[in-house]
């Protein structure tokens, strides 16, 4: 059996992973330092830590637009080489492509895999249906809010099936009632799909809602600093969950582990300015 | 409207208890109105350039023979369309000048287009090349006219070349930059949705520099026409140049300015044309926020 079908190969590994960057002016510095992460197969892990840390870095290793400075990033088995089509990615940013509309964003993906034009649309359609935009096939991205432009990036990641699903600090730019209405969303795409999923956040209550797994990022460079295993049954309801006891207890202890390394960063910043 | 509306400090108060359709009616009356006095001052100003400029010629307070005035303008204008000059009828010569700027012109913007993309995506080779490209981009363009008159004749060739050169650096500067602008997320997320370098091009980058392309494409036109008329001036046989170059051996001042208003009247029709065309390809653009502002 090989690496590739077999389930108990983690989907995505980060193996002490380093990277560097040159700065403009040739100095060079660290963004991740000896990082190690194992995402298992169908698992939800959220990535937490200060601004500018170096989560989205992170995401960049594993599609394959970076590479590693040191260290070895794996997916499925495999080492990453080139951008591999089992990844699926939302963006923080509005990535729509805004000349095109709803249905034609949708069936981008399928299209530049060489499917029949037919096959593409009719899927397309199907997804627009299941992510509740069937009444906008036809709208372009600036004639839609922000949840539903949300919405037809989702349509168009999961339309490709990805087996590994990235997501940068997709829901930021929403508003809360929004974001919660996204979450539950997004949570019932993947129960069905079930994609290995790394959400890049700086919501602690967002990413216990929806992880299985936490892991808490050091100030730059990141490094891992915990690892929290969320033991909130599934399926949750995003909008209730909140208040429960459990879920504030697990809050507060993560989040004593957060707020030191965002206190660090924060210091760092006024230093550097 | 007093009844209704009440001015204060330019925002517009209306009395409780107005429908909306009172308030709509109102509004579209407010619209119409500024509409109106647009257009009579435009009218207004014009009215009275063409007034003063017709009286000072004629009462000898500017010279005639150099500044002519808009009534003989018009009647050699008038004539001119149709009777020509001695060599050929107007619509010869202005297909001529069109001819020579539209070749040019078409070539101009594609080879502006394929070179500006194809660098733009290229950073090794537009590094290398891009110390070229400013030498040749320094040289005003005019200078070439006599070259290519030697080069290619006094005929088509030689004002197609110049509308060619004249069209080129612009649309293709603004091409290159509009690759440049292209949104990096878009870009990362068409490849990971699995497109090619090429599909990268044609769906993310060529769309996205349209808008860049569209606004040196405008410009360009005009160009393209002076590129075709500069060219006749140095030699040709017929074109809306070579009329004025004639106009101008025999003192014909009333001539000259005649074709300068031809010559106005293809560029605006051109320039409507192709905003027309625009306003066809982005139409997922958002519409501009409308405030009254016609």
């Known amino acids: 059996m090989s690496d590739q079908q077999n389930p108990s190969v983690p989907a995505i590994e980060l193996i002490n992973v380093s990277r560097r960057f040159l700065s403009p002016d040739g100095k060079s510095f660290m963004t991740l330092q000896d990082f190690s992460m194992t995402v298992a197969r169908g698992e939800f892990v959220a990535l937490v830590g200060p601004t500018g840390c170096g989560k989205s870095t992170t995401l960049n290793l594993i599609t394959g637009l970076g590479r590693p400075s040191s260290g070895e990033v794996r997916v499925m088995g495999q080492p990453v080489r080139g951008i591999d089509p089992r990844v699926g990615f939302v963006f923080q940013a509005d990535a729509l492509f805004p000349w095109r509309n709803v249905i034609d964003n949708v069936a981008a993906g399928p299209l530049f895999r060489g499917r029949p034009r037919a096959e593409a649309y009719e899927a397309a359609h199907d997804w627009i249906g299941r992510v509740g935009l069937a009444k906008f096939e036809r709208h372009y991205p600036h004639q839609l809010s922000g949840g539903m432009r949300k919405r037809v990036a989702l349509a168009q990641t999961f339309i490709n099936g990805p087996e590994i699903l990235l997501m940068d600090e997709p829901f930021s730019a929403l508003d809360v009632q929004t974001r919660v209405v996204m979450h539950e969303e997004l949570l019932q795409l993947w129960s069905i799909s079930k994609a290995s999923v790394v959400f890049v956040t700086h919501d602690l209550e967002e990413a216990i809602g929806l992880a299985d797994k936490v892991y808490v990022l050091t100030a730059r460079p990141a490094t891992v600093k915990a690892i929290h295993a969320i033991d909130i049954p599934r399926p949750r309801v995003i909008s209730e969950i909140r208040y429960e006891p459990h879920f504030i207890e697990l809050s507060r202890t993560i989040w004593k582990d957060l707020r030191e390394e965002v206190q660090m960063s924060s210091d760092d910043m006024k230093s550097a300015a | ?294």
């Open chain 2, 1 to 294: 409207m007093t009844d209704i509306a009440i001015q204060s400090g330019g925002a517009i108060l209306y009395a409780p208890g107005t429908s909306d359709v009172e308030i709509e009616a109102a509004a579209r009356a407010a619209a119409l109105q500024r509409k109106r006095t647009v257009i009579f001052w435009r009218c207004f100003i014009l009215a009275v350039m063409l007034g003063a400029w017709e009286v000072t010629a004629r009462t000898g307070i500017i010279d005639a023979f150099f500044y002519s005035y808009p009534s003989a303008i018009a009647e050699r204008l008038y004539e001119l369309v149709l009777e020509g000059t001695d060599e050929a009828p107007l619509w010869y010569h202005l297909w001529i000048t069109m001819e020579e700027a539209l070749i040019g012109f078409f070539f101009g913007s594609v080879f502006g287009i394929v070179f500006g993309v194809a660098l733009g995506r290229n950073r090794m080779a537009s590094d290398v090349l891009s110390v070229y490209i400013k030498v040749l981009n320094a040289i005003p363009r005019v200078v070439l006219a006599p070259i290519f008159i030697l080069l290619f004749g006094f005929g088509l060739w030689s004002k197609v070349a110049l509308s060619f050169i004249m069209v080129f650096f612009v649309v293709f500067s603004n091409a290159f930059q509009g690759v440049l602008e292209a949104d990096r997320a878009m870009i990362a997320n068409a490849q990971i949705l699995g497109a090619s370098p090429w599909q990268v091009t044609r769906s993310v980058i060529i769309p996205s520099a349209m808008s860049w392309i569209f606004a040196s494409l405008h410009i360009s036109f005009g160009f393209a026409i002076v590129g075709a008329i500069v060219g006749e001036f140095i030699g040709a046989r017929y074109g809306i140049g070579f009329i004025i170059q004639t106009a101008r051996g025999v003192h014909d001042t009333a001539e000259m300015y005649a074709s300068i208003v031809i010559i106005v009247v293809v560029v605006l029709t051109a320039e409507y044309l192709m905003t027309l065309l625009e306003q066809r390809l982005a139409r997922w653009r958002p519409a501009p926020v409308g405030d009254g502002h016609e």
